[in-house]
């Protein structure tokens, strides 16, 4: 029996076996953010200066949306992600939508035109959280983060007022605790 061809096999299957499951776990993917991962968290700033957190939000679901105003498909679905944020406005759903233009004034004239209301933040050009964090490569893209802070879902767009889309992020949303009533 040869003993160097059987070294070999093993040695070339370990490999193998290596980076089939580095490249399944996305272990071998540095940085990017992967379904089942913690959502990195972030600081930006809203249209009026103030701090926005990725982990202020924790205990809901979040709908952490990449967008731009010059970008085609998000003018689509931004209305459709307004629908969205007004049906589910009661309950334990955060959205926040972080436009990568590089300043306020096209986002204010984007939001008077599609009478939008979901919260914004600027990551300028995508450089800091949308490219850096994230590793965005286009937009729209959305990532769904349930309530403890792990990636549900990344995808890009989605049609947000389908009646199955919607009872996925429903499904997703913590129930509310009924209160004891004591006698």
Not at 40 to 53: A, C, I
Request: one cysteine or more; aromatic letters at 12%.
């Amino acid at each position: 029996m040869r003993i160097k061809p059987i070294i070999f096999f093993l040695i070339v299957g370990s490999l193998a076996g290596y980076f089939v499951y580095r490249e399944a776990t996305g272990t071998g993917k540095s940085g990017v953010v992967n379904i089942g991962s913690q959502a990195p968290d972030f600081s930006l700033k809203d249209e009026n200066g103030k701090e926005v957190k990725l982990s202020d939000y924790r205990g809901k679901v979040v709908f952490l949306n990449f967008w731009a105003t010059w970008c085609e498909p998000c003018i689509e679905e931004m209305p459709e992600m307004e629908v969205l944020k007004n049906r589910l406005k009661d309950r334990k759903f955060q959205m926040l939508a972080v436009s990568v233009d590089l300043d306020w004034d096209p986002i204010k004239q984007f939001y008077k035109k599609y009478n939008l209301t979901i919260p914004t933040a600027l990551d300028p050009g995508g450089v800091q959280v949308a490219k850096g964090i994230y590793k965005v490569t286009g937009w729209p893209e959305t990532f769904l983060i349930d309530a403890n802070g792990y990636v549900v879902k990344h995808t890009w767009r989605e049609r947000w007022t389908d009646p199955r889309v919607i009872a996925y992020l429903e499904s997703l949303i913590p129930q509310e605790q009924a209160q004891k009533v004591s006698d």
